[in-house]
């Protein structure tokens, strides 16, 4: 499937709005010199004796007009531009979170937080600004450039080609030049300043780890040293720039000298008259102004073109992730994905199969998982144990439809599970070891799991996951507010507004990737008793690295380097499998009691 370019898009539907920033643009500057134009024939004129009042009574009206119609037209021009430019970077952060959120199961191993940070605040910010720096003003550069060119050539044509040939230097080789000599240090910059932006996020998020650790001091060392590195790049640039703002400075005075030289030649020819002589020279420097910033916006381009590259590269992972049915059979599976969504929500039954899957990331890489068959009917559980790296969290993500097996098969009531795309939230809620809660109320927080549920339902959903008794102790009830990543909250106290989300959710098939690390036993085994009442008739699939609560599962599947090693109920486990049974007893250390039925 071909991808969209980030500036093609914009360009059919913007085009009226793009070409009035030029028109603009080049108005702004024909009002600046033609003020500068009408000042200098002004000044002149009133130097000498008026033979009429109104010989100079015009040009004040001249300078008048062009003086407020420029500030006038540069402000509709900016108002125009900028209003333009952030729809468009609305529409972009839209599109790329939209390339983001299919993949929000593979951001963290994917992707580093300072990288997709950088992307959404950084990069966008970037692309927004090939319009306004480097598009608009190359264009209405060149349009001057012709305007002048034969403007010139009407009174002498000898002269507008060297004219012409001062300015092509300011339009054109200045910077070429300047694009050839910075391009890779401009590139070092961003990507120097993009891995700063990681360190910095990743040293924000570990902070109190630095402080516990005594080494605060080591990171502050070590992230200025690799800040006066970007800074000596950066310093080379700041050089060259001056350098080249010096050298358009001194092709703009070598052309203000000729434009004299050329002017008083015309008057002593007596083809123009003296007052003149000032108008044609004060022209030059509103020109001037509109070629100088050509070079700096060629330079960006690097910049621009690095930006391009790391949201291809989140695209390109996109369209790798699932794979896109063929064209001709979309409609299809759109049909069959509706009625089979329908149905599951008619019925309440989601049952899900999984035949001989097989996953690996990348041809040559081990597989994930391998020769996985499992048939999972609506209401049963079934938890999945093993350590890490031995498949668990491929085999959810093969299950949500996140990624397609690469051989064999996944369904959802007889269809591919990666087929239901965006409607998997209607068929399978997650509840994770750590659930984000936003900065806003407990209401709220809790109808993230459907926006349209009413008070009665969230406190309906709160009260299933016993959070009634907590809630009705806070200074505001639902409304209090949850503070920035739930801090107000402990961690149990968390997974239960969690809890109550997904129950309001109210999905067939709930996922529990350990919802319950990190928590102490006692409080472990509350929550676990709460899901397990709260969710009764739902599918549970249980990832967990051990066996608390196992006992109240209908089916225990151990995995192994991609391989299912173990797999029976919890009493069959411990009655066949020692391994098992020891894993069993070193989650139980104390007080071990067998609880396979009949004992």
């Given at each position: ?32 010199s033609s003020l500068m134009y009408t000042s200098g ?440 507010a949850v503070r920035e990543a739930g801090q107000r ?111």
């Amino acid at each position: 499937m071909k991808r969209e370019g980030w500036f093609t898009p914009y360009v059919s539907p913007y085009f009226w709005r793009f070409l009035l920033i030029i028109v603009l643009g080049a108005l702004t500057i024909f009002s600046a010199s033609s003020l500068m134009y009408t000042s200098g024939f002004l000044i002149s004129k009133a130097s000498i004796p008026p033979e009429n009042i109104l010989m100079i009574y015009v040009p004040i009206v001249g300078v008048r007009t062009f003086g407020t119609s420029r500030a006038v037209i540069h402000y509709a021009e900016r108002l125009v531009s900028h209003d333009t430019i952030l729809r468009i970077l609305s529409k972009m952060r839209i599109r790329l979170y939209n390339i983001l959120e299919p993949q929000a199961l593979f951001l963290s191993s994917r992707f580093r937080t300072g990288d997709i940070l950088g992307m959404l605040a950084d990069d966008i910010e970037y692309l927004q600004n090939v319009y306004l720096r480097t598009v608009f003003p190359s264009i209405i550069a060149l349009l001057i450039y012709a305007a002048a060119v034969i403007s010139i050539g009407t009174f002498d044509v000898a002269f507008a080609l060297l004219m012409g040939l001062y300015m092509l230097v300011l339009v054109v080789v200045l910077p070429l030049i300047s694009l050839l000599l910075t391009q890779k240090r401009q590139r070092q910059v961003k990507q120097e300043r993009n891995r700063l932006y990681q360190k910095l996020t990743d040293a924000v998020l570990g902070m109190g780890d630095w402080v516990i650790s005594g080494r605060q001091g080591q990171f502050v060392e070590t992230y200025e040293a690799d800040e006066r590195a970007v800074a000596r790049t950066d310093g080379a640039l700041r050089r060259w720039a001056r350098l080249r703002m010096f050298i358009g400075q001194a092709v703009v005075g070598i052309g203000v000298l000729s434009m004299l030289y050329w002017a008083a030649g015309q008057f002593a020819d007596g083809a123009i008259a003296g007052t003149l002589i000032a108008a044609f020279v004060l022209v030059v420097f509103p020109v001037a102004d509109a070629f100088l910033p050509v070079s700096e916006a060629v330079e960006k381009i690097p910049q621009y073109r690095n930006s391009l590259e790391r949201l291809s590269g989140v695209e390109a992972a996109e369209g790798n992730m699932a794979g896109a049915a063929p064209d001709s059979g979309k409609a299809d599976t759109a049909r069959h994905v509706d009625a089979a969504v329908k149905a599951i929500k008619e019925t309440g039954q989601a049952p899900i199969r999984l035949e001989n899957a097989g996953y690996r990331y990348a041809a040559g890489d081990d597989w994930s998982i391998r020769n996985l068959t499992l048939d999972i009917p609506q209401g049963r559980k079934v938890a999945v144990i093993g350590r890490s790296g031995a498949g668990k969290s491929t085999l959810l993500k093969v299950i949500q439809g996140v990624i397609t097996p690469s051989v064999g098969s996944a369904t959802i009531k007889g269809i591919e599970a990666s087929a239901y795309g965006e409607r998997i939230p209607q068929l399978i809620a997650v509840l994770n070891q750590s659930p984000h809660l936003f900065d806003t109320t407990v209401a709220n927080n809790i109808r993230l799991g459907n926006p349209d549920a009413s008070d009665e339902d969230i406190k309906q959903a709160a009260k299933l996951a016993k959070l009634d008794t907590l809630i009705s102790s806070l200074p505001e009830g639902y409304n209090t507010a949850v503070r920035e990543a739930g801090q107000r909250f402990s961690g149990g106290e968390r997974q239960r507004i969690a809890l109550a989300r997904i129950l309001l959710q109210n999905t067939p098939v709930v996922v529990l990737d350990e919802p319950t690390v990190g928590l102490d036993p006692r409080t472990e085994r509350d929550l676990l008793a709460t899901m397990f009442e709260a969710m009764e008739g739902k599918t549970l699939i249980w990832v967990t690295h051990h066996l608390v609560g196992a006992e109240q599962m209908d089916e225990v599947i151990f995995m192994e380097n991609g391989f299912v090693e173990m797999r029976g109920t919890h009493a069959e486990l411990m009655d066949k499998e020692p391994r098992y049974r020891k894993l069993y007893e070193l989650d139980r250390p104390s007080g071990f009691v067998n609880t396979a039925p009949g004992e």
